[in-house]
């Protein structure tokens, strides 16, 4: 079975504070994922990475970067928290010989 | 561009079947997919669909896909309470690692 994980599934965090949520796949896949989801608005792609090191930008980069430097590992940053970046962020990965997507538990993030 | 659109709600007996409807804008998708969020958690994948498919049955779910309307659904037969979730259309492009789009969820609620 596949296995994404998602370092905490709830986080408290305050305006202006660095935050980085951490993804961890367990299945050796090459392309990973970072999406937030927004009641009404379904999944939108923050960043992707498709090997270590390297990452592309989806539809909604502002205000948030990302790390690969391990190939089971991708992470999201954000680099001064903001109240509009409260939301559910999930995590996704899938290996390059197959179109499916497999998801984390989600980690929801609270800015105050 | 891309777009998925889904209505936001659904209301059913237990027993019956369940019918959530799906309609896209963007006719090069590759794969169409749904996923499944119970409260609190991540996405699952319950089935998918290759565009040139017109119809996959996997026990009480059966997906229709209608490619000259671009409209997807999925039937749920004997729907349970346990199957009360939301429940989101997803649509799968060959360009840029497999980029998902999402429509916003439909909301599935099942009463006795």
């Known amino acids: 079975d596949v296995k994404v994980t998602q370092s905490s599934r709830y986080l408290v965090k305050r305006t202006g504070e660095k935050v980085f949520l951490e993804c961890v796949q367990d299945m050796d896949h090459e392309n990973m994922f970072w999406y937030r989801q927004d009641p009404g608005l379904g999944l939108r792609l923050i960043y992707f990475?498709?090997?270590?090191?390297?990452?592309e930008k989806g539809d909604i980069p502002e205000g948030y970067s990302v790390s690969r430097e391990k190939k089971e590992r991708f992470s999201l940053i954000l680099e001064s928290a903001s109240t509009n970046q409260t939301s559910m962020y999930l995590c996704?990965?899938?290996?390059?010989?197959?179109?499916?997507?497999?998801f984390g538990p989600g980690t929801r993030l609270l800015v105050l | 561009g891309e777009d998925v659109e889904q209505s936001l709600f659904l209301s059913v007996r237990e027993g019956d079947s369940s019918v959530i409807n799906c309609t896209y804008t963007d006719s090069s998708s590759t794969y169409l997919y749904w996923y499944k969020q119970e409260p609190g958690a991540g996405l699952q994948l319950l089935t998918y669909i290759f565009s040139n498919m017109d119809m996959k049955q996997d026990q009480r779910l059966t997906v229709l896909l209608n490619k000259k309307d671009k409209h997807l659904s999925l039937r749920i037969a004997d729907t349970q309470t346990g199957d009360s979730a939301i429940y989101f259309c997803a649509e799968a492009f060959s360009g840029g690692y497999n980029k998902l789009i999402f429509g916003a969820g439909t909301r599935l609620a099942v009463h006795p």
């Open positions: 990475s498709y090997d270590v090191k390297m990452k």
């Open positions: 996704a990965s899938r290996t390059s010989l197959e179109e499916t997507q497999y």
